[in-house]
Structures are given as structure tokens and as C-alpha cells.
């Protein structure tokens, strides 16, 4: 089964730079999409970015663009979020999952579907301070 290891998160004040990772392990494919959600309190978990790791194209939010950048090291099967200019309405717990097979959904205009994605890391927490 796969397994996904999210760490990097922390306490940040605004306008700083944090830097996620998620590690992907028991893969069985060369083909699958990792992205990053997060989940403030009382609010629904939201997409942030994706990634494909066979063409390494990219999604993001709106509310991210230009700010966060996602990228991916296939040979650790490995997926970074950098995370600059935060805000303190970026203070969520940030999960990454996977979708093993994104050659059966289009990630277009689907990226952020949290039901698409097989597999969930643990989670990880950034508070960004005002």
C-alpha cells in the first residue's frame, strides 16, 4: 500500500517562507499526481497545488498563485511545497495525497477533488502569525 510522509510544517509570521515535503513510498507506478490540501478549522479541506510526476505539470488555487510553488524530485518520490509570502489565512493543517492513476481523470479542472486522490499523508500544521 502506498504511504505518504507530509512534514515541514511549523509556526511562521507573515510574510515568511515555509517549505513542505511529502515522501512517497510503496509506489507502484511512474505515473501519479500528489497534491497538497489543507483544512483550517471548521472549514472544508481545500485544494492548494498539484503535481504529475510523468510530465511534472502543475495546478494551483487562486489564492496561492504566484505565493506557492510546488515541485517534485522523482528519484526521492518526493513533492515540495514552497510557501512563500504566507499570510495568516494560510494557518491550516496541510495534507498531501495521492492519486495513483490520473490517466483515468483528467486533472484539468479536477486537480481538487479531494476524492480523486487514493492515499493521505499524516498532516502537518502551519500557523502563520500576524
Known amino acids: 500500500e502506498v504511504q505518504l510522509q507530509a512534514s515541514g510544517g511549523g509556526l511562521v509570521q507573515a510574510g515568511g517562507s515555509l517549505r513542505l515535503s511529502c515522501v512517497a513510498s510503496e509506489l507502484t507506478s511512474d505515473d501519479y499526481a500528489i497534491a497538497w490540501f489543507r483544512q483550517a478549522p471548521g472549514e472544508e479541506r481545500e485544494g492548494v497545488a498539484c503535481?504529475?510526476?510523468?510530465?511534472?505539470?502543475?495546478y494551483y488555487a487562486e489564492s496561492v498563485k504566484g505565493r506557492f510553488t510546488i515541485s517534485n524530485d522523482n528519484a526521492k518520490n518526493t513533492v515540495y511545497l514552497q510557501m512563500n509570502s504566507l499570510k495568516p489565512d494560510d494557518t491550516a493543517v496541510y495534507y498531501c495525497?495521492?492519486?495513483?492513476?490520473?490517466?483515468?481523470?483528467?486533472?484539468?479542472?479536477?486537480?481538487?477533488?479531494?476524492?480523486?486522490?487514493?492515499?493521505w499523508g499524516q498532516g502537518t500544521l502551519v500557523t502563520v502569525s500576524s
Open positions: 503535481i504529475r510526476s510523468s510530465d511534472s505539470s502543475t
Open positions: 495525497g495521492i492519486d495513483t492513476r490520473p490517466i483515468y481523470w483528467s486533472l484539468d479542472n479536477n486537480w481538487n477533488k479531494f476524492y480523486r486522490y487514493d492515499y
